[in-house]
């Protein structure tokens, strides 16, 4: 979803229509939206996490590899195509790698925070969640847009925010889940 798309959302959700049926784009509600986009991804990314991988081709003289700015937590490490467990150590944020493995192909799945969204991002910027995390969104900014109004109530946008969270999938891609079909119990 784009940023464009999720404004528009907001301002159906507050009603913001001409007698016309076209959508009035109010300065101040304008202003605001960015940084409660900002404040609704990172939120959400708590919940349903981003999942990004980088690669790393372990150099000779070299042990300890930085992770990227975005870097949250350790998913997954494989090495040649394959998962490792317990054998790779860390230490300040950066992955330890012993020289012996010079040359071999890793790959670091781990989870990331979104960056946060530029003050003058345009209509086209994409946000980083999943797509059902971003149909989510305008009901907490439309919420946050409510909140110092006193005459509508925020707290049923908040109620639908709140609502859509919990109908999220909060599983990672990849995850060995199990999965059990009662329907066909004997």
């Excluded at 925070?113 to 149909?135: G, K, L, S, V």
Aim: proline share 5%.
């Amino acid at each position: 979803m784009t940023l464009g798309e999720a404004k528009e959302k907001v301002y159906m959700l507050l009603d913001e229509h001409s007698a016309g049926g076209t959508v009035e784009h109010d300065e101040d509600i304008e202003r605001k939206m960015v940084r409660f986009f900002d404040s609704a991804q990172k939120q959400i990314s708590q919940i349903k996490k981003i999942l990004k991988t980088k690669k790393i081709t372990p150099q000779s003289g070299k042990t300890e590899y930085a992770m990227p700015s975005d870097f949250r937590s350790l998913y997954r490490i494989w090495k040649d195509g394959k998962p490792v467990t317990g054998r790779y150590r860390w230490m300040g944020g950066k992955l330890i790698i012993p020289e012996r493995d010079a040359g071999r192909s890793f790959a670091v799945e781990y989870i990331a925070n979104p960056e946060t969204i530029p003050a003058d991002a345009d209509d086209e910027y994409e946000f980083e969640i999943a797509a059902d995390a971003c149909e989510c969104m305008p009901y907490y900014v439309a919420a946050q847009q409510l909140l110092p109004d006193l005459v509508m109530d925020y707290g049923s946008m908040l109620q639908m925010y709140n609502h859509a969270i919990s109908l999220l999938d909060t599983s990672i891609p990849g995850e060995n889940v199990r999965v059990t079909n009662t329907l066909f119990r004997r």
